[in-house]
């Protein structure tokens, strides 16, 4: 396959299984429209909160398998030192609970995905879902949703980097982060801490809360709905994601610019290859010729 | 030891039952299974190890239990103010909340907690009876980069707390202490630093081990194509059963698109180089709970003659009533029982 359709062929991809990822989240609104339109008004297949955990795991793993074919050994080992490191960090979050829905998992998410790309940042964040769900015993239905939203957390924060270039002197090469960049980096922190939140809660509202409560009910208008939603996240999130978003924003604020110095030093190491191909086969003597005469001493 | 696939199964099973009914006396029945085969994976756990080595997070799932019923029924009064029993009335002026309060509504708030409940608590069994490991080995083939991913990870999550303890106590004896949250950073630096190395020291192993780039997926072009043709499927098939009335071909477009999607992965994942070192038997064992799962799903999904389907459809709503209850399907939810027993028989056996 030629490397233009491959492209062509993630970008379609990585639509399609963004498009079934949202819709499987938004479809209790969806389904209110679709219910006042059947003759009986009732839910059909395809409307239950089963079926909206199937889809998104199903979109998830079609994600993840695009997302991992482009991985080498170093990305590899890479991923799993720093998913060890965040589930660490998780570990040490379920035993000792912070403020609310505080979690310091996305300051690497974050940071990592704004620095080694969109796909990096995507499966770090929810491999890192998984790994911490399989070692502390939280596989479940909800796993899916969770890794699809720390997926998109990390596959998104590559969009700040077009913003902070215009912006500020930013400098890859000069490993230096400016004022602008953290301040990005923040605000950004701070919206996906709610951000997760709202994608979860959608996730748990429709099994949460009964039928008539939400959708379901004939003549219910999209704004009825949306006002209902907004009460029940206001009642039973709000400020459980007030401390998740205010936890991140702190913890990049205090430690974004020195991990990303050191992320950035490693970036340097990890982008290094190997061309065999243009190694001429004159040049690779010459080269072992050098390395034997500088270590070897050959008395005379 | 019952096969890892027969536990997805089984737990496929609990999740069907707890989704086609609302009606407590069912959903009460399907718990205390679940309770008994908690408490006989507990005491094999007890048996082999000499303590219970659960791994799940460290509060009672019963307290867990609470939180949800309780959560859920006082979410749902708060928000749904349907039924004909009132409580009592919040006046409207309130936003959000404002309105009447009904038994109903907190009953079928509780109930949906039940439900949630039993969710959690199968998952939780689950985890308890399949270790890190096993769980690790059902990823598919087709995935074997995130495999090995999620294998380097939890080998090396021991390594990196054990790299924190060393960090903390090298800065307490140069005089570090933590007074405030930029104290972490000379701790963070060091693991972050050190987990770094160590990735590219395990790169270069694996890479002279002969672990190359992974660029299979690539080069399967009729597996991306396919992958791509089955999720059109599945949201063509998606929006129509939504949108239209077209409910048959929808639906048909939907199971095609899924049945493509997964045949297309377990193909790919045919062609991915792999060594087996331990391959899991199916045993009479797995016979008998799968013959178990089958006569729940029949109970619930089949039209069988001698069965009162109604008394699974339990509605709360205008006015509260008593469940029914049809004696067959509860002896046949008992099917969900089976692991239960044969770890009964095996923990008594071990005893012996």
Not at chain 1, 150 to 161: C, F, K, Y
Not at chain 2, 78 to 106: D, K
Not at chain 2, 247 to 256: N, R
Request: with cysteine; net charge positive.
């Amino acid at each position: 396959m030629l490397p233009k359709s491959i492209r062509l062929s993630s970008i379609a991809i990585y639509s399609a299984t963004f498009i079934l990822g949202v819709l499987s989240l938004l479809y209790p609104f969806i389904s209110s429209a679709i219910v006042q339109n059947t003759p009986t008004g009732q839910a059909g297949f395809g409307h239950t909160p089963l079926m909206l955990t199937v889809l998104l795991s199903l979109s998830l793993v079609v994600l993840i398998y695009e997302v991992q074919g482009q991985v080498n050994t170093k990305v590899i080992a890479l991923l799993g030192v720093l998913i060890a490191i965040n589930a660490s960090l998780r570990f040490i979050e379920v035993g000792i609970p912070g403020p609310g829905g505080f979690s310091p998992i996305f300051l690497l998410i974050i940071l990592a995905g704004y620095l080694y790309g969109g796909r990096f940042g995507f499966l770090l964040g929810a491999l890192t879902m998984l790994v911490s769900a399989l070692v502390t015993g939280g596989v479940g239905p909800w796993l899916p949703s969770q890794m699809f939203a720390a997926g998109w957390v990390g596959m998104s924060a590559p969009i700040l980097r077009p913003f902070v270039q215009r912006t500020s002197s930013y400098s890859n090469s000069k490993n230096q982060s400016s004022r602008i960049e953290l301040l990005a980096l923040i605000l950004f922190g701070f919206f996906w801490g709610f951000l997760y939140g709202v994608i979860m809660n959608l996730w748990s509202w429709p099994y949460f809360v009964d039928p008539v409560g939400q959708y379901g009910s004939q003549g219910i208008s999209t704004i009825e709905l949306i006002s209902r939603y907004t009460s029940y996240y206001l009642l039973s999130s709000f400020f459980w994601d007030l401390s998740r978003a205010f936890g991140t924003a702190l913890l990049l604020f205090a430690f974004g610019i020195p991990i990303l110095s050191v992320l950035r030093r490693f970036l340097h190491k990890l982008t290094f290859q190997h061309d065999q191909t243009n190694l001429q086969e004159h040049q690779f003597q010459a080269a072992i010729e050098t390395v034997l005469k500088d270590s070897i001493h050959i008395p005379q | 030891m019952i096969n890892t696939w027969t536990w997805f199964i089984w737990i496929a099973a609990v999740l069907i039952a707890l989704s086609v009914t609302r009606n407590p006396l069912y959903i009460i029945l399907i718990l205390l299974c679940l309770f008994l085969l908690d408490t006989q994976l507990a005491l094999k756990s007890r048996i082999t190890n000499g303590a219970d080595d659960n791994r799940s997070i460290p509060v009672s799932p019963f307290r867990i239990a609470l939180m949800l019923i309780t959560l859920s029924a006082v979410f749902n009064a708060a928000i749904s103010h349907y039924g004909e029993t009132v409580l009592f009335s919040l006046p409207t002026s309130f936003p959000l909340i404002g309105g009447s309060i009904t038994v109903e509504a907190f009953v079928y708030g509780a109930l949906n907690g039940l439900v949630l409940f039993g969710i959690f608590y199968a998952f939780f069994i689950l985890n308890r009876a399949l270790s890190v490991r096993r769980l690790i080995r059902v990823i598919p083939r087709a995935f074997y980069p995130v495999a090995v991913v999620t294998s380097i990870a939890i080998t090396f999550i021991p390594n990196t707390i054990r790299q924190y303890h060393q960090i903390r106590e090298a800065q307490s004896v140069r005089g570090h202490r933590m007074r405030g949250i930029r104290d972490w950073l000379p701790l963070l630096i060091p693991l972050l630093t050190g987990g770094l190395e160590r990735a590219l020291s395990l790169s270069e192993s694996m890479s002279a081990r002969g672990l190359a780039a992974s660029t299979a997926n690539q080069e399967v072009w009729w597996g991306r194509i396919m992958v791509l043709f089955g999720l059109l499927l599945l949201l063509i098939g998606w929006i129509l059963t939504l949108f239209t009335d077209w409910l048959l071909f929808g639906s048909l477009l939907l199971i095609s698109g899924i049945g493509l999607l997964l045949i297309v992965l377990w193909l790919i994942g045919r062609s991915t180089p792999h060594s087996t070192y331990i391959l899991e038997k199916w045993t009479w064992q797995d016979a008998l709970i799968l013959s178990g799962v089958a006569a729940v799903i029949s109970a619930l999904l089949f039209p069988l003659p001698f069965i009162d389907k109604e008394t699974l459809h339990y509605e709360v709503y205008p006015t509260m009533h008593l469940p029914g209850f049809d004696p067959f399907i509860g002896i046949l939810l008992l099917g969900l029982l089976m692991p239960a027993i044969l770890i009964y028989i095996s923990n008594i056996s071990v005893q012996e």
